[in-house]
């Protein structure tokens, strides 16, 4: 049985029985037709704004309106909608001007077995134009994602280096108070700048977890790298960029059960979960948090042996008809110019890579359910650093500090200028002087990029002219990583710290080398 496609045509006609005769022909065509014909140009502006159609087919002469003007209105408005001109009148060279004005064809009456075909192809070349659109309008959307990554990788690292600063001469300024208290007995006194103290490395604490879930979520040129990653702790990230969206709606419930490593990007893994919880947060309505729940929870499936993370609303839930559309791109039942229609499906495409699963289950009025089912890593995390006990060193060592940013060679300075001998260097050229000169260090702390000469290409010096040094280079990074330089740490032994740093993890670095 042949299945009728579905056509809602305006025709612009001021003569019933021409009206029959193409509607008919369309019929016999295949298509089912649903159509309006109008005799004005009040009647074609009123259609075309109270209906969407296929395709215009149009009369060149009529009593109180005609062909061209009819085009005019459309082009006025406009409007992507097939026109074709179907007159028993015009001539050949009236007809090819209205195709230069811009309808797509012409048929005369006398021949209606040329409107079908002509019909097929206007509908196919809307379609590709359409596809056109939405793989243009993409390609925006990714660039200006990409443009905000870039943005956001260096704000990162601008803060990086001030911040970098920040916690480490807090940290110093708590130390020497202290001791200034336990020998001039006067704690009692002191004890509210101690208060202050706390307040401020509790905001500079906080502010060095935000420039982390921007290092994470603008990591646009590493799109490719994989490896082991901790899903709550990316999840930790997604839920902090996202507060603002969820504070107002709900109250947030966070169940994590301890599960293995992913194979994954961070920054893609991210970008699912970020865009789950925004999602998530948006379907409840704003004002009433107290009644509604994001709940966040992670564990292991024990029937797939796979990684299960569970984002689940409260809120008005999606309907049974789109559930199937849910993850296809450009849908979205958000309102124009406020959903791409681009987020589902993009977090299903980076599951799928990643050899995991995504899935959801809805109720109206009852809320949203979202799973990601991911495949344990095979590599394991490195083991976490920050929280050691500071290792002592059994001597007075020698160290280069090497950063462009004198806050920040300051700091270092002053973390370790009481253990060690410290040497500060303004940039790569003065520590390749130094080194090449004669001198010799135990720890070599180096920023990784700098201007005019980085610390990978310092590192290449030295591995040249003084590679026993070049061994003993901990690399210091801030983020904004490029491509070389990922490849780079990878592909060297040496360790790096990430800015900003914890003092006592510096230490033990430097302190573990020298001993």
Not at 129 to 152: F, H, N, P, W
Not at 229 to 240: A, G, W, Y
Not at 265 to 281: I, P, S, T
Not at 426 to 436: F, K, M, Q, T, Y
Request: hydrophobic share 40%; net charge negative; charged share 25%.
């Amino acid at each position: 049985m042949k299945v009728s496609k579905r056509l809602r045509v305006l025709l612009i006609e001021d003569r019933s029985d021409d009206e029959e005769l193409i509607m008919m022909e369309l019929e016999n065509g295949g298509y089912d037709v649903v159509h309006q014909r109008v005799e004005t140009d009040v009647g074609m502006a009123t259609a075309l704004n109270r209906e969407t159609w296929d395709i215009i087919l149009s009369d060149y002469a009529l009593p109180r309106f005609s062909g061209p003007e009819a085009l005019a209105l459309l082009r006025a408005q406009g409007l992507d909608i097939p026109f074709i001109l179907v007159s028993g009148t015009v001539g050949e060279e009236a007809a090819v001007a209205v195709m230069r004005s811009g309808a797509n064809d012409y048929v005369f009456k006398g021949s209606l077995g040329r409107l079908c075909p002509a019909v097929d192809r206007e509908l196919r070349e809307v379609e590709i134009r359409l596809e056109r659109r939405k793989m243009q309008e993409q390609l925006l959307i990714s660039d200006r994602m990409a443009s905000v990554g870039t943005l956001a990788a260096g704000v990162a690292h601008e803060i990086n280096n001030p911040l970098a600063s920040v916690v480490a001469n807090l940290e110093l300024v708590t130390r020497d108070l202290t001791g200034l208290s336990d020998n001039l007995q006067i704690r009692d006194r002191l004890a509210e700048v101690f208060e202050e103290l706390r307040d401020a490395k509790e905001g500079a604490d906080r502010l060095r977890h935000i420039v982390r879930d921007l290092k994470i979520f603008s990591r646009s040129t590493d799109e490719e790298h994989r490896g082991p990653v901790d899903v709550r702790q990316v999840l930790e990230s997604s839920l902090r960029m996202a507060w603002n969206e969820i504070r107002h709606r709900a109250r947030l419930i966070k169940e994590y059960a301890d599960v293995p490593s992913v194979d994954a990007n961070e920054a893609r893994l991210g970008q699912v979960f970020l865009n789950l919880v925004v999602n998530a947060a948006q379907a409840i309505r704003e004002g009433n948090s107290e009644q509604n729940v994001v709940h966040v929870s992670t564990a292991m499936d024990d029937e797939s042996g796979r990684i299960a993370v569970e984002i689940s609303d409260s809120g008005t839930g999606i309907p049974p008809e789109n559930l199937s559309r849910i993850f296809d791109a450009f849908f979205t039942t958000k309102p124009i110019g406020e959903g791409t229609g681009l987020g589902l499906s993009i977090c299903h495409r980076i599951v799928a890579g990643l050899g995991g699963e995504i899935t959801v289950e809805s109720q109206v009025g009852r809320g949203t359910t979202f799973r990601v089912f991911l495949p344990p890593s095979k590599a394991e995390l490195p083991a976490p650093t920050l929280d050691q006990a500071v290792i002592l060193s059994n001597r007075r060592g020698r160290v280069l500090v090497i950063d462009d940013e004198p806050i920040v060679a300051k700091a270092l300075g002053r973390v370790l200028e009481s253990e060690h001998d410290v040497t500060i260097a303004p940039n790569a050229g003065e520590a390749s002087r130094l080194i090449v000169g004669g001198n010799r260090y135990d720890v070599i702390l180096c920023d990784l990029m700098m201007p005019q000469m980085t610390g990978m290409e310092l590192h290449a010096d030295l591995a040249r002219r003084a590679p026993e040094q070049a061994t003993r280079m901990v690399f210091l990074t801030g983020g904004a990583f490029t491509s070389e330089a990922r490849t780079f740490l990878d592909g060297v032994p040496n360790q790096r710290i990430d800015k900003p740093f914890d003092s006592q993890y510096v230490r033990s670095i430097v302190n573990d080398r020298i001993r």
